[in-house]
């Protein structure tokens, strides 16, 4: 067995991959200040999702935490399916029942 | 691979892959017939298997009628009555992909015909969980119906898991997949980040193939995202060679060269 990278070799792999990606982020949130109109779900559910990111419930990981709190939490099937695809976020409130 | 090029087919094959298995799935539109499900059919277990012939790749497939395409149950019972006179065809692994899109009764209730289906023919089955936020949801549901039926989970892989459900799947005692895209959904580190997290049993890895952006080479990216983070080449051998051959060889079609 090999020797598993530490944080040290971990940031060597991923930090400028990292940082590009939170930068885009960034980007992505000044564009939506900047643009007219008004912003829909996916917003507040994005912002909710950063926050999390930041406290992850206890227990889980970020990554847990984040995909929880982007995620449709009702139990019962629907009764039609109404649309195809996903949003990416559950129209109604964000969802984080844990925290 | 319907949606690919055959310079996909030459891309994998230099890339190593031993063989590849292709769900059915949804064509980008609904098609308006189960005669168009019989056409599709025959794609799958005549036509691509002898494209993917001349690179050398035995190519297996499962049959269904995507859950995208089960919210009419009558139409998907229609389109379910045609699987078995495909079933015998040489390179058919078992039921696949079904599961839940939207998550509605309607899809819950051919997804629980499909598994009668399999049940019926003792095949293992491949299932597909929701994407972004129905998949959670999804995940339960249909671990819920799998528990109801009686299936036995070694035969069942609960395919596109992200780190919310993968737990769920293996506590529950089945095999998972994580299906790799370049964006958008799982990419080749995170599925590295949960190999370390869950571990290296009952589980592979796919390459996403489908009509959107998506990358057949990507199981090999994630071997060197392997190789990267030190795993050893018995590992990344068994997750990404041993690990599917041992689940799929429970099909009676499964065959390949080298395969113990």
Known sequence: MQTKPDKSAILDLYFMDARCKLIDLAAFLDRLDRHSGTADFRHPSFLTALQAMQAPTPGKTRVQTVLESLSDHSTEPAEKAGIQFAWGAPPEAPANPSR | MVSRTTADYEAIALAGCEALCEPAFWAGYDRASAQGFYDYYRQLTEYEPRRAAKFGIPHYCWLCINPKEAEDAVFAREVMAI??????????????????????????????????????????????????????????????????????????????????????????????????????????????????????????????????????????????????????????????????????????????????
């Open chain 2, 83 to 260: 699987i078995p006179d495909f079933l015998d065809k040489p390179n058919v692994l078992g039921i696949g992909e079904i599961g839940l899109n939207k998550n509605t009764r309607s899809e819950l209730a051919i997804f629980e015909e499909h598994v009668e289906i399999a049940k019926k023919f003792n095949l293992p089955i491949l299932i597909h969980t929701p994407h972004l936020e129905d998949k959670l949801k999804g995940t339960r549901l249909i671990i819920d119906a799998l528990k109801n039926a009686n299936v036995d989970p070694n035969k069942v892989i609960i395919d596109h898991v992200e780190e919310h459900t993968a737990g769920l799947v293996l506590d529950a005692g089945f095999w998972a997949g994580m299906t790799l895209y370049p964006e958008s959904k799982c990419t080749p580190a995170r599925a590295v980040d949960m190999l370390e997290t869950f571990g290296m049993e009952r589980i592979w890895m796919n390459s996403a193939c489908d009509w959107g952006v998506s990358d057949p080479l990507a199981v090999a990216k994630c071997m060197q995202e392997m190789k990267k983070r030190r795993h050893s080449r018995e590992i990344i051998e068994k997750v990404s060679f041993h690990n599917p051959v041992a689940f799929l060889s429970q099909s009676p079609n499964f065959k390949v060269p080298g395969a113990t």
